[in-house]
Nanobody
Framework: VQLQASGGGLVQPGGSLRLSCAAS????????MGWYRQAPGKQRDLVAT?????????NYAGSVKGRFTISRDNVKNTVYLQMDSLKPEDTAVYYC?????????????WGQGTQVTVSS
């Protein structure tokens, strides 16, 4: 399985960016796709996740709730992260992830990361 992320860049505070991550390969069963971020010198933290299937259950970190929106296209196995009202503290490398839920064999894959910089 490969994950290809895109959409990062430099944006001013208050601006918006949209990240995309397409998964290809052997993906099966119920799964969760999500975004995590890692700022310099800090651990990798959850940003948002969404499960497969109709509807999709979403989960957000408190720091992004109300500003970021996660969505996915189950046919394309692609997850999106719409980031609005960006703040300097959102600056980090953003990683996408896909993980199987109660499947065998289990799978858990990471993308290569995309840099998001919020600065004036």
């Amino acid at each position: 399985v490969q994950l290809q992320a895109s959409g990062g860049g430099l944006v001013q505070p208050g601006g918006s960016l949209r990240l995309s991550c397409a998964a290809s390969g052997s993906i099966f069963g119920l799964n969760v796709m999500g975004w995590y971020r890692q700022a310099p010198g800090k651990q990798r933290d959850l940003v948002a996740t969404i499960t497969s299937g109709s509807g999709g259950v979403r989960n957000y970190a408190g720091s992004v709730k109300g500003r970021f929106t996660i969505s996915r296209d189950n046919v394309k196995n692609t997850v999106y992260l719409q980031m609005d009202s960006l703040k300097p503290e959102d600056t980090a490398v953003y990683y996408c992830n896909i993980r199987g839920i109660r499947v065998y064999p289990a799978y858990d894959y990471w993308g290569q990361g995309t840099q998001v910089t919020v600065s004036s």
